[in-house]
């Protein structure tokens, strides 16, 4: 079984950075596209950001500039770092990740980090 622990998330005034990171731990096959999505009071999870283990990204509407992801393979780690934050960034960040274990994809979610951010 595999966890996903994120970490990073707290409290930031409107302008500011914050970086998140959330590791994959258990029994691992191999993890393919890991990515953050985020979930605002009485709104839907929506995709932030995406990376594959081969480098693409993919991004949410209007985050690719301030927004950047990347991921550390040999530690399966996928990291979030968010510039120039904006009050509507608030919300429940998750981490996902695809194991992939022989022909099975099964997606894995974190517990979720707060990132609250302050006009």
């Known amino acids: 079984q595999v966890q996903l622990v994120e970490s990073g998330g707290g409290l930031v005034q409107a302008g500011g950075s914050l970086r998140l990171s959330c590791a994959a731990s258990g029994t691992i096959f191999k993890i393919n596209t890991m990515g953050w999505y985020r979930q605002a009071p009485g709104k839907q999870r929506e995709l932030v950001a995406s990376i594959t283990n081969g480098g693409s990204t993919n991004y949410g509407d209007s985050l690719e500039g301030r927004f950047t992801i990347s991921r550390d393979n040999a530690k399966n780690t996928v990291y979030l770092q968010m510039n120039s934050l904006k009050p509507e960034d608030t919300g429940v960040y998750y981490c996902?990740?695809?194991?992939?274990?022989?022909?099975?994809?099964?997606?894995?979610w974190g517990q979720g980090t707060q990132v609250t951010v302050s006009s």
């Open positions: 996902n990740a695809l194991h992939a274990v022989f022909q099975v994809v099964l997606p894995v």
